[in-house]
């Protein structure tokens, strides 16, 4: 089992930036993927971002260019930097770690970013 918490969303202007963070614990070990997810109302979960345990990065197209993922393994924290943020950006992100062993995904309980003047 993994345990996932998130933490650092809140509410920012247009233009502004945030920094997620989500810490694992549990069966750290057996994780292959961590990711970012986030889940506008009315609408599907969609991809942020992901980091492979080889350091390995993928982001979704809203992303590309504005947020960078990173882990510290020391810490057993993913982390999302978030700059240029837009009203768009508004949504619940989610922490996500994927194990290849069982192909079980975890979450993590979601934080709220808002994204407004």
């Known amino acids: 089992q993994v345990q996932l918490v998130e933490s650092g969303g809140g509410l920012v202007q247009p233009g502004g930036s945030l920094k997620l963070a989500c810490v694992a614990s549990?069966?750290?070990?057996?994780?292959?993927?961590m990711g970012w997810y986030r889940q506008a109302p009315g609408k599907q979960r969609e991809l942020v971002a992901l980091i492979t345990s080889g350091g390995f990065t993928n982001y979704g197209d809203s992303a590309k260019g504005r947020f960078t993922i990173s882990r510290d393994d020391a810490k057993n924290t993913v982390y999302l930097q978030m700059n240029s943020l837009i009203p768009k950006d508004t949504a619940v992100y989610y922490c996500n770690a994927f194990v290849a062993r069982t192909r079980n995904n975890y979450w993590g309980q979601g934080t709220q970013v808002t994204v407004s003047s």
């Open positions: 549990g069966s750290i070990f057996s994780i292959s993927n």
